[in-house]
Structure formats: C-alpha cells, structure tokens
C-alpha cells in the first residue's frame, strides 16, 4: 500500500524552462511535506517543505505547492538548470508519529534538465 | 559544521550472516533516522532513535535492531541477513527526535550474496 506516490519515474526539462514535479498522498493525517533530491552515489539532500496549514512555499527557484482537498503537491523549479538533473522524492509524515517524524518517501522522479 | 557519516561504504555478506553499520550525526542532532532504499523505491523507514532510546519503528522484523550512544552516533544491526536485505541503508540525523529536517548521510550499500 503506497501511502505516497510519485507516478511519474522520470521527466526531461530543457534548461530555462519550468520543471514540474508532482506527488499524491493517500494518508489523511499526513500534515507535513518534504522534497529531496538525491545525486547518484549520495545520500539525499533536504530542498523544501510545507506545512498543512499552508498551501506554497517559496525558497528561490523551488516552489512547493499542496492542495489538502485533492492530496497533491508538486514541486515547480524555475528556472530550471543542468546541475538540477537528480532523483527528486517526496516525503510526508503524520501527525501520529508524535515526537518521532517518520518520513514516508514516494518512489522518486527522476530529472533531467538538457542545455 | 560535520554532516552525517556512515561507514562503511559498501559491504559484502552472505545470507544468515550478521552486519553491523554505523552512523554519525551532524553536530549539535541528538536524533538519528534509519532508513531501507531498495532498487528504484524510495527510502523506507526502519526505525529512530533519540537520547538513546528507540523512538518510532517501520514496518521491520525484530532482526533489525539499533544502538545509540551518548555522543548520538547510531548503529544499525541485521542478524540472519536474507537476500532481500540487500539495499542501500540511509541514516538522517535531526534535533529535537526527530521534528526538525532529517539531514541524511550518503549510505552503506549492503549486498548479500
């Protein structure tokens, strides 16, 4: 049971252009969101989050977006670069986990921005 | 600022044998993540653990288990490894067990033959 899902494994960009990335969730008490991104032969690297409380959040070219109602929430980058090429996952947590934020990841996107 | 280590980097085991891997958290994170990322999935959580204790639990049989120490670095141990143990294992350290942004190391690729 995927409690998060990323149904698209891969997506190709040309460099400038907006990359959309998106996500469902199916869990109600989810109240927090995450984006990675994971280089080959790194561990992921932490790039936004939102709160349930909020609908965007903005840091630089990453823009997060969650519509509650419809369970989504993507991630738009603009504009998008070579060096942005990676494995991007969505992660949530419940409000149930208490202190202990366990993290549910989807399968991840994998992004290639062409020059 | 030190990030997240873990060592060793890649591992080599036979089945029904035992592993051990270890995870040092960024500094000033009393909190430590671990995680199984299986072939093209995403990372799944095993367990947490914070000021020693285990603080949340996946979905793993009781051959997973894990230390903390009181300088916060983690162990994780897998007794009677099986064939689809073989996976990348991620650690993520926080502060606060867990409730700030887990920062994560670069993984030990365990392959069991």
């Known amino acids: 049971d995927q409690q998060v899902k990323q149904n698209s494994p891969s997506l190709s960009v040309q460099e400038g252009r907006i990359s959309i990335l998106n996500c469902d969730y199916t869990n109600s008490m989810f109240d927090y969101f995450l984006w990675y991104k994971k280089y080959p032969a790194e561990g992921p690297t932490f790039l936004i989050s939102?709160?349930?409380?909020?609908d965007k959040n903005e840091d630089g070219r990453f823009t997060v977006f969650l519509n509650k109602s419809a369970k989504h929430l993507s991630l738009h980058i603009v504009p998008s670069q070579p060096g942005d090429s990676a494995v991007y996952f969505c992660?949530?947590?419940?409000?149930?986990?208490?202190?202990?934020?366990?993290?549910?990841f989807g399968s991840g996107t994998q992004l290639t921005v062409l020059p | 600022e030190t990030g997240v280590t873990q060592s060793p980097t890649h591992l080599i085991k036979t089945r029904g044998q035992q592993v051990t891997l270890r995870c040092s958290s960024q500094?000033?994170?009393?909190?430590v993540s671990w995680y199984q990322q299986a072939l093209g999935q995403g990372p799944q959580f095993i367990f947490q653990?914070?000021?020693?204790?285990?603080?949340g639990r996946g979905n793993f049989p009781p051959r997973f288990s894990g230390l903390q120490f009181p300088n916060y670095s983690s162990e994780l141990n897998v007794n009677a490894l099986e064939l689809d143990d073989s996976a990348l294992y991620l650690c993520?350290?926080?502060?606060?067990?867990?409730?700030?942004?887990?920062?994560f190391g670069d993984g030990t690729r365990l392959s069991i033959l």
């Open positions: 653990y914070y000021r020693e204790e285990e603080n």
């Open positions: 993520a350290s926080s502060i606060g067990g867990g409730s700030g942004t887990q920062h």
């Open positions: 500094s000033g994170h009393n909190t």
């Open positions: 992660a949530a947590s419940p409000i149930s986990s208490g202190s202990a934020r366990q993290l549910t």
């Open positions: 939102i709160s349930s409380i909020k």
